[in-house]
């Protein structure tokens, strides 16, 4: 009994001494010196939101900004080539890993391939 109650005060004398600080490495409170304020590089990310040069990844969170992305295949095309591959997705993503939709499918490559060749 009195053991676990030493054991019990030691834990929480331990406890007791890191409450007072929530960071006591200092790790997250980092400073970086900068040139420019946080609300001018805001600023700049709208800007560049407006003329079109980023897009947001969030709509709702204009603080979060990636670059625009231009790609050159339309939505029907790529809605399209699922739908033509719907079948062989679904295999794949089944509970086999799409073994029994390959083994159905057939070997699609020459056997020589990976044979050994006779001298």
């Known amino acids: 009994m009195k053991k676990s109650l030493i054991t019990?005060?030691?834990v929480l004398?331990?406890?007791a001494a890191f409450a007072g600080e929530a960071d006591p490495a200092g790790q997250f409170?980092?400073?970086v010196q900068s040139q420019r304020t946080r609300a001018?590089?805001?600023a700049e990310a709208v800007a560049a939101i407006a003329a079109?040069?980023?897009r947001p990844s969030n709509p709702h969170a204009s603080a979060h900004v990636q670059p625009k992305l231009n790609s050159t295949t339309t939505r029907a095309e790529v809605v399209g080539e699922f739908?033509?591959?719907r079948d062989e997705a679904l295999a794949i993503t089944?509970?086999?890993s799409g073994s029994a939709y390959y083994a159905k499918a057939g070997n699609t490559v020459p056997a020589n391939e990976y044979l050994a060749k006779a001298k």
Do not use: K, M, R, W
């Open 29 to 31: 409170a980092t400073q």
């Open 8 to 10: 019990l005060a030691a």
């Open 40 to 42: 001018e590089v805001h």
């Open 83 to 85: 739908l033509a591959n």
């Open 94 to 96: 089944g509970e086999d």
């Open 13 to 15: 004398a331990a406890g």
């Open 52 to 54: 079109g040069q980023l």
